[in-house]
């Protein structure tokens, strides 16, 4: 397959995706393409939407690759949709989610022993958002649920992979005191 050909198709497929699209995923379409080949070609695209200051940008995250809008066209996007935007998070939300991202897996239990109050409604709220899931059972007597974060967690938070969520150091250092989770 010629290489511009090939460079468009991987395009086009990243374009019309609604979540991240892994290699493999691509390599499941392009089956000739080796990875490193699918790679190449999305790396060729990433540089030249940034050389010719283009709107968007093709970003790793949630373990795929996607067309992205640049932060700075923002404000223009959110009042095209206006009505459309999903809501923020509340701060007992971010909280437990945090707790859940940083001590995963984690039951219900441990989440509300840290937070000091219960985590029901804001737990059934996560997973219904898809920010967090069942993960399996502790091996302990009653046998509690686990729980941890998702694709979506990383799609939302812009994350590649857990790793580069910030250390629990850094946010020691920001915030003065040493945070809760």
Known sequence: M?????????????????????VSTLRGVLEELKEDEIRKHISDLALEYETTGRAYAITEIAEGFQIVTRPQFA????????????????????ETL??????????????????????????????????????????????????????????????KDLTEMPKIEELIGKMGEEPNV
């Not at 290489?3 to 892994?22: R, T």
């Not at 223009?76 to 007992?92: A, D, E, G, V, Y």
């Open 75 to 94: 404000q223009w996007i959110k009042l095209l949709f206006k009505s459309k935007l999903t809501h923020r998070l509340s701060k007992p939300a971010l």
């Open 98 to 159: 945090s707790i859940i991202a940083y001590r995963q897996p984690i039951t219900k239990l441990e989440i509300e022993s840290i937070r000091g109050v219960s985590v029901e409604g804001v737990l059934d709220t996560l997973l219904a958002r898809d920010l967090a899931a069942i993960k399996g059972r502790k091996d302990v007597i009653g046998r509690p649920l686990l729980y941890g974060t998702t694709k979506e967690f990383l799609r939302y938070f812009g994350l």
């Open 2 to 22: 010629e290489s511009n050909y090939a460079k468009s198709i991987i395009e086009a497929l990243l374009f019309v995706a609604d979540e991240p699209l892994p």
